[in-house]
């Protein structure tokens, strides 16, 4: 279990203006990262543009997401942090995602 919450966006659907801002409340310190594709497009590995991510105040994470006008899924994907304390690979599991219309 990562232990992550969703502080914002409160729901799944969202309309935006271009970008997407979601926080992540991340206690347990896992490694996160995510990436949006247009709404029903073809979903394999390394699909996607990547969103920028980026540590906020106390245990929360911010995401933001640059998108054009369209109907955009931005795909949630973590991994525990100690995965990544020793050398070697690891993957990211998808958690989740928040689909976006964006104008």
């Known amino acids: 279990m990562l ?29 996160v990262s995510a990436t949006f594709l247009p709404d029903g497009a073809a979903k394999s590995a390394g699909n996607g543009e990547r969103c920028a991510v980026a540590p906020q105040a106390g245990t929360r994470v911010e995401i933001t997401c640059h998108l054009g006008a369209g109907q955009f899924e931005v795909r949630l994907f973590g991994a525990p942090a100690a995965a990544v304390t020793g050398h070697g690979s690891y993957s990211l599991d998808y958690v989740g995602s928040i689909l976006a219309n964006s104008h």
């Open 3 to 31: 232990g992550l919450v969703l502080a914002s966006p409160t729901r799944s659907q969202v309309t935006v203006s271009g970008d997407i801002s979601i926080v992540l409340d991340n206690p347990q310190r896992a490694v």
